[in-house]
Every structure is written in structure tokens, then in C-alpha cells.
């Protein structure tokens, strides 16, 4: 099974704020890399695919990079509404499917 | 407007049975993959199941095979999840998730039903 890591694992920025999360794959899996945003008590959703993607209504603050292991996901200026819990997942080698273990955003 | 209304949640007893249903609509279901995603309290996402659009391909996370069995109607654009030999490590919230073009990606999530297994 192919293993996915995030860091940090939490994270406290303010609102204006340029942040960056990594995921690591445990092995290349190509570009088949997606992002979720949860909030608390809410579904996931998608926000970038095929590792730099955006999907469809989610604002372009939001962008991602990167291929082979190493990805990440950019928040180019924090809104109030961006503090959640974000998941790398990958889609290279299935099943199984594989997520990382999320990233906490915080207000600071 | 594509929607995903998952129910038949609830609390039931360790080595009981209990079954999802997940409603589709706003969509043509009979074109999708479909997958079943849980999330026990307080932690990350974990892929329980996938079955692709004509049943014809059906995969299970090792955690569940063999206790678990998803299952389909497409004449009632309904997904389901038949959950037997439940433990308690199976408490989770589970959801339901559309694939995206056919490439194990999630565009759309139900709300999620929550499973308690306890005694």
C-alpha cells in the first residue's frame, strides 16, 4: 500500500497569510495526487486533483504542486473561511485508496 | 443539483448488523463509481469500499473484507453498504462519495451517517 504523509500535522496562520502543506508519497505515484478541505461536522471536499487542478467553484487562492513523492497545497492569502482540516489522498495505485493522516489549520 | 443523503446509522451492539443507504440524485447514477469513505470520531479518512458503476468491479479495504459487502440499484439510483461482524473499531461516521472521472477522486460527499458499535 502506498503511504501518504502530511506536515505539519497542525498549523496556526492568520488571515492574510501565505501557507504551504506538504504531502510525501511513499512512492511515485505520478500526479495522481488530490486535496480535500473538511470542516468540523461537515462532508470533505475537493479542492485540487490530478495535483494542480482546481476543481470546479473553488477560489483560485488555492493551488497545488508537485509530482513523483513530494506535493503541495497553497493557500496564497488565508481567508476566515479556509481553517479546516486538509487531506492529501492519492488515486495512483488503488485499491487501496490512501489519505494522509490531514493537516489542522488554525487561526492564530 | 447533485445530491448524496446517506442513512441507516445508528448504535448497535458489537458483532451486530447494520445497513447503509446512500440516495443519489441530480445525477445519472448508472455512470458512476461509487465509493464508501468512514471517519471514526476525532480522526483522519479511511476508504472502506468501491464498486464501479455496473457492479461488475467491487473492492474492499482489508480492515472490512469479508464482514462488509457494497451493493448497488441503479433503477433506484441507491448505493448501500451491508456491515456485519461489527466491532468496535468500525464507530465512524461513513460516507458516501461519487468518483470523478474514473480516477479513485471524490467531487461529491454525502452528509455521512454515523455508526456506533458499543455495548
Known amino acids: 500500500d502506498i503511504q501518504m504523509t502530511q506536515s505539519p500535522s497542525s498549523l496556526s496562520a492568520s488571515v492574510g497569510d501565505r501557507v504551504t502543506i506538504t504531502c510525501r508519497a511513499s512512492?511515485?505515484?505520478?500526479?495522481?495526487l488530490n486535496w480535500y478541505q473538511q470542516k468540523p461536522g461537515k462532508a470533505p471536499k475537493l479542492l485540487i486533483y490530478?495535483?494542480?487542478s482546481l476543481q470546479s467553484g473553488v477560489p483560485s487562492r488555492f493551488s497545488g504542486s508537485g509530482s513523483g513523492t513530494d506535493f503541495t497545497l497553497t493557500i496564497s492569502s488565508l481567508q476566515p473561511e479556509d481553517f479546516a482540516t486538509y487531506y492529501c489522498q492519492q488515486s495512483y495505485s488503488t485499491p487501496p485508496v490512501t489519505f494522509g493522516q490531514g493537516t489542522r489549520l488554525e487561526i492564530k | 443539483e447533485v445530491q448524496l443523503v446517506e442513512s441507516g446509522g445508528g448504535l448497535v451492539q458489537p458483532g451486530g448488523s447494520l445497513r447503509l443507504s446512500c440516495a443519489a440524485s441530480?445525477?445519472?447514477?448508472?455512470?458512476?463509481?461509487m465509493n464508501w469513505v468512514r471517519q471514526a470520531p476525532g480522526k483522519g479518512l479511511e476508504w472502506v469500499s468501491y464498486?464501479?458503476?455496473?457492479?461488475?468491479?467491487?473492492y474492499y479495504a482489508d480492515s472490512v473484507k469479508g464482514r462488509f459487502t457494497i451493493s448497488r440499484d441503479n433503477a433506484k439510483n441507491s448505493l448501500y453498504l451491508q456491515m456485519n461482524s461489527l466491532r468496535d473499531e468500525d464507530t465512524a461516521v461513513y460516507y458516501c462519495?461519487?468518483?470523478?472521472?474514473?480516477?479513485?477522486?471524490?467531487?461529491?460527499w454525502g452528509q455521512g451517517t454515523l455508526v456506533t458499535v458499543s455495548s
Open positions: 490530478a495535483a494542480s
Open positions: 462519495a461519487r468518483e470523478f472521472l474514473g480516477a479513485t477522486t471524490f467531487d461529491y
Open positions: 441530480g445525477f445519472t447514477f448508472s455512470s458512476y463509481s
Open positions: 512512492q511515485s505515484i505520478s500526479s495522481y
Open positions: 464498486i464501479s458503476s455496473s457492479s461488475s468491479t467491487i
